[in-house]
């Protein structure tokens, strides 16, 4: 019933913006955490931005603060990382997932909205390539 659709991926020259969407339907959007992770080939799946629904406040990893934007639109049920002055590091499969642990504040202390293991609801993935 939940389900999560991730588009907007797409292959892109280093420097060059894309932006990722996040569909999401069955769950109660605003008492959720939503976060996007990335996979690299060969590579653990790392956070890399988080957004409460609720508020909007957001969490971005060390490595894209500064490039990548996460924003939600409530109305529509989605959320969008834009991402620019991408680099060839970027080049992943990007997934949208869901936690229930984002309803609580300690959600967004420490490493926990990073972690995939604190995710319940997960996307089939988009690709996004940056060449050099």
């Known amino acids: 019933e939940v389900q999560l659709v991730e588009s907007g991926g797409g292959l892109v020259q280093a420097g060059g913006s894309l932006r990722l969407s996040c569909a999401a339907s069955?769950?109660?959007?605003?008492?959720?955490?939503i976060g996007w992770f990335r996979q690299a080939p060969g590579k653990e799946r790392e956070g890399v931005s988080c957004?409460?629904?609720?508020?909007?406040?957001?969490y971005y990893a060390d490595s894209v603060k500064g490039r990548f934007t996460i924003s939600s639109d409530n109305a529509k049920n989605t959320v969008y990382l834009q991402m620019n002055s991408l680099k060839p590091e970027d080049t992943a499969v990007y997934y949208c997932?869901?936690?229930?642990?984002?309803?609580?504040?300690?959600?967004?202390?420490?490493?926990?909205?990073?972690?995939?293991?604190?995710?319940?609801?997960w996307g089939q993935g988009t690709q996004v390539t940056v060449s050099s």
């Open positions: 069955g769950f109660t959007f605003d008492d959720y955490a």
């Open positions: 997932a869901a936690a229930k642990g984002g309803a609580f504040s300690w959600f967004y202390s420490g490493s926990y909205w990073g972690d995939p293991y604190e995710y319940d609801y």
């Open positions: 957004i409460s629904s609720s508020d909007g406040s957001t």
